[in-house]
């Protein structure tokens, strides 16, 4: 399942790298309350010729082989508000994309996606965007001593190390409204025609992409090798990982994890453990404070000692500006 719009799901079926006809289909009786996200492999019966006017029916959904969640903390004022969600079906790595200004990087949110992939058992891959405006030195900083990937785009780079990246494979780009997702699904695939939007409409709660969007990389050259599939998705504010639990937390931290393997067995690891090692490696200069002090972070804002609205993005990690909505 590809695409979803007003209960109507875009599918296709995949042979290999070659795709069939856009088949609509709605959801059977029979699947119950089970969402259907994009990414989901799914069983299709009925007219699934793909010819306008027809409709076809998802009668089930296949085991997926991961799921990136994230619990909506963008509403907790009502009780659905708080659900956790699956964003992405099957996905097998998720590019974070963050522009390096207009709006600032924010390391906080990065460090939120990169807990979300560990859980979902998905490859991170950074992209940073719009490295014509700023350096990226600040945020390669930050993340030093992790070996994690990433990319530097700008309006006319080369996008061939991206494309290799992504050969193969389902990534999933996640990110801040207006850091360029779209205008790099565009370039990526010409045909895609996603709607790119002007950043001085962020943080009026607008925002350019309404749904996710799965798409077919064109081949590389001549290769019949599977490009892969890239998905658009709506930006977001924060990445809310209440349902990942406290010792899952730490898995987005592997700089950190080692510091903690001679710690108590019921160690928190919060600034209120007295005893917690993690005080004294990042002061030996094992790990940067920074990084600590984001983990704490986020230790706190599951414990609900912090406001989601407030909290979730750092002013410490590398960037300054509080001045662009989270
Ligand atoms: N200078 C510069 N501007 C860029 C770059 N990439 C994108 N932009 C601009 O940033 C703005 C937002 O881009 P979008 O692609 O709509 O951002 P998005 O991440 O898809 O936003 P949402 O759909 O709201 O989540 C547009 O005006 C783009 O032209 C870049 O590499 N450099
Ligand atoms: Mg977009």
Redesign the pocket.
């Given at each position: 399942m590809i695409a979803v719009d007003r209960g109507r799901y875009g599918c296709v079926v995949v042979d290999g790298s070659v795709d069939g006809p856009l088949i609509t289909a709605m959801r059977a009786r029979e699947l119950g309350r089970k969402s259907v996200v994009v990414g989901d492999r799914v069983a299709l019966v009925g007219d699934v010729t793909g010819m306008a006017g027809a409709l076809a029916r998802i009668v089930r959904i296949s085991e997926r082989t991961s799921a990136l969640r994230r619990t909506a903390d963008d509403d907790d004022t009502t009780p659905e508000g708080r659900l956790e969600r699956v964003v992405v079906a099957n996905a097998d790595q998720l590019v974070i994309?963050s522009a390096l200004a207009d709006p600032p990087p924010r390391t906080g949110f990065i460090d939120r996606c990169l807990v979300a992939a560990f859980d979902a058992d998905v490859e991170p891959l950074l992209c940073l965007?719009?490295?014509?405006?700023a350096g990226p030195e600040a945020v390669l900083d930050y993340y030093a001593e992790l070996d994690l990937p990433y990319v530097l785009?700008?309006?006319d780079s080369d996008l061939s190390d991206l494309r290799a990246r992504l050969a193969g494979r389902i990534s999933v780009l996640v990110?801040h409204?207006?850091?360029?997702?779209?205008?790099l699904v565009n370039r990526l695939v010409p045909a895609a025609l996603r709607a790119?939007?002007?950043?001085s409409a962020?943080g009026k709660g607008r925002?350019?992409?309404t749904s996710a969007v799965a798409l077919r990389l064109p081949p590389v050259g001549r290769s019949r090798t599977d490009p892969g599939w890239i998905v658009d998705t709506?930006?977001i504010r924060s990445f809310g990982l209440a349902h990942v639990s406290a010792y899952s937390l730490l898995h987005g931290f592997p700089d950190l994890i080692e510091g903690t393997l001679t710690d108590q067995p019921n160690c928190e690891h919060t600034g209120n453990d007295a005893d917690c090692r993690l005080d004294a490696w990042v002061q030996s200069g094992k790990a940067d404070p920074r990084r600590l002090a984001s983990y704490r972070r986020l230790l706190a804002s599951r414990a609900g000692d912090v406001d989601p609205h407030t909290h979730q993005e750092d002013p410490s990690g590398g960037d300054a500006s509080p001045a662009h909505p989270a």
């Open positions: 994309v965007t719009k490295a014509d405006l785009v700008r309006p990110g409204s207006g850091v360029g997702k779209s205008t790119v939007g002007a950043v962020v925002h350019t992409s709506p930006g």
